[in-house]
């Protein structure tokens, strides 16, 4: 049991390597838009507030300014990052809808109760939410809800979220959405992107669930 609470706040090793390739063309133009997504536009404007955001978080955290200069050469693809995380966070969306899954309130919170017990409380959540994925504190409860919507999704299918089942479904989901990325920020696709890897909701839950 010891070993499986160690793993509550530690990414799934082996994601960025067995997650297929999630692609959609970027060669349509839509000024403005940061990317779209089932035509609905993401903004740059919207991208932009979404650093900030974190920008902001980080500097409240790090008050030590050569301190705060170095959190951000450690995020210098930040915007990139962030983008790829709002398309793949509405493509999860979209598959656990079409599987008939949602999360709850109640459920939301029973996760986040156990892991802030196991962090050492909300800040130490917080922080290590931050620090690891880049979700500002306000983006929290946000993030742990698509970590509940994706362990249900996942159950659903009778898969765990590092198997090609699940990545089967996002990728059906990925081509319903005919994502179009504006080509300043990468082509969508999760292995180069290395989004995966930073992906909070990518990751076993099963322990904190059991302490609640």
Same mark, same amino acid.
Request: aromatic share 4%.
């Given at each position: ?18 997650a297929p390739a999630l692609t959609a063309c #970027? ?12 035509? /609905? ?11 900030? $955001? ?22 210098? !693809?930040?915007?990139?990052? &962030? ?20 999360? &709850?309130?109640? $459920?939301? /919170?029973?996760?986040?109760? #156990?892991?802030?017990? =196991?962090?050492? #409380? ?15 504190? =306000? ?11 994706? =362990? ?9 979220? !590092? ?9 059906? $989901? !990925? ?15 999760? /292995? ?19 302490? &609640?």
């Open positions: 049991m010891h070993r499986r609470r160690r793993t509550a706040l530690v990414l799934t090793a082996v994601i960025a390597a067995a #970027g060669d349509a133009a839509h000024p403005g838009a940061a990317a779209v997504v089932g035509g /609905q536009r993401i903004t740059v404007a919207q991208l932009q507030s979404r650093v900030d $955001e974190v920008r902001r978080a980080q500097r409240a955290a790090v008050p030590d300014e050569t301190q705060y200069q170095q959190a951000v050469a450690r995020t210098g !693809s930040l915007g990139r990052d &962030t983008l790829h995380q709002m398309v793949l966070d509405r493509v999860l969306d979209g598959a656990a809808r079409d599987a008939g899954v949602t999360a &709850t309130r109640r $459920e939301v /919170q029973a996760l986040r109760a #156990g892991l802030e017990q =196991q962090a050492g #409380g909300a800040k130490g959540l917080e922080t290590a939410w931050l620090q690891q994925y880049g979700v500002p504190p =306000q983006r929290l409860d946000d993030s742990l809800r698509l970590q509940v919507e994706a =362990q249900k999704l996942a159950a659903r299918l009778h898969t765990e979220t !590092s198997q090609p089942a699940f990545w089967k479904a996002l990728s059906a $989901e !990925s081509g319903k959405l005919h994502i179009d990325l504006n080509p300043r920020y990468g082509a969508w696709d999760v /292995q180069k992107g290395g989004v995966a890897a930073k992906t909070p909701w990518l990751r076993d839950v099963s322990a904190a669930q059991r302490t &609640t």
